[in-house]
């Protein structure tokens, strides 16, 4: 269905992401995003051209994933065996989900919205973000916030079916657990 050149050039996007934003930064964006949006406010954190720019990364973020997760091509070294050992609950063992930044700590790369199992396997965190909507729909999702975001106007204001809380879950997901991904692939690359 899918060639193994598309699948890592999918890969490459979500690093490309990555290389970009680290995760802080992409939660920040996020968090300001669709606060932004839901409060009627005008996101002012900078330049509105910076968050366009992240919402246009963020979809390049979504294409990767969907194509990544419906192709069923998973890198093993991504996946962590539940019987890891204690190493990892103790999250000593810092190449699992820290990434390499200056002015960070691991705790800025905990992956808080994970479950036990979604930080183990990340692409079932990935999964559920695909099942919620298909990409399409996200696509009209991430432009909606966008434009909210960047209006006086709240996305409370308009009948659209979005519940905000739901997405902003999803969005942490997303990040958290390609962040995941892209590190622990690094690691073993």
Known sequence: ?????????????????????????AIKQIESATRSAGSGKVWDRRSPADLLYFF???EELFGAVFIIIDSRNKKQEAILEENNGEEVWLLTRYETYCGRHRDSTPWDFFPRHLSHQEFLNPYRALKKVMYYKRHEEWKDILKTILQHALSPNSIYEFDDGIDLLKIWLLLHKLIEASHLLQTRILLKG
């Open 56 to 58: 246009e990364k963020l």
């Open 1 to 25: 269905m899918y060639s193994n050149t598309l699948i890592q050039l999918n890969y490459e996007i979500m690093a490309g992401f990555f290389s970009a934003y680290s995760m802080p930064q």
